[in-house]
């Protein structure tokens, strides 16, 4: 055997080996009413003032680089369009998108049905909080004005 194959099934072993831990599977958990409504991970409570354009800006300047990738305001990409996101969840749920949206995905069953039509995972971009609150901020203001939280 070629030292290349040696290390592709070493390589393998190891990976299946890390992959099968005997980790609790959470994804066949129901999730509770409040999980339904704010989504799953870290954030709980976000309180909200008028928009802040400084914030805002901010979470512009975010958006373009982590998330415009993949999502436009007003028509789909490799996912969903975000125009109108800020009038459609909580706040809590839009964080917890951006900052755990592989649990998300895998549990909340609105964003199962977001997958099987753009059969792609949002990736984990490493953003934290205070970022996330920025581009909810962001998203906060390029909504239709009819309805902003």
Do not use: W
């Amino acid at each position: 055997m070629s030292v290349r194959v040696v290390g592709l099934l070493l390589f393998s072993f190891v990976l299946l080996t890390m992959c099968s831990g005997k980790k609790e599977n959470t994804s066949h958990k129901p999730l509770t009413e409040s999980q339904l409504k704010y989504g799953v991970g870290p954030v709980t409570d976000v309180e909200l003032h008028p928009v802040d354009a400084k914030l805002a800006d901010a979470g512009r300047r975010l958006f373009q680089a982590n998330c415009s990738k993949c999502h436009m305001l007003d028509r789909p990409l490799l996912g969903p369009p975000l125009r109108g996101v800020a009038n459609q969840r909580t706040p809590e749920f839009i964080m917890n998108m951006i900052l755990n949206p592989q649990e998300m995905v895998m549990r909340h069953p609105d964003l199962q049905k977001y997958h099987d039509k753009y059969h792609i995972y949002m990736t984990t971009q490493g953003i934290d909080r205070s970022s996330a609150r920025a581009i909810l901020e962001y998203l906060r203001s390029v909504a239709p004005s009819d309805s902003l939280k």
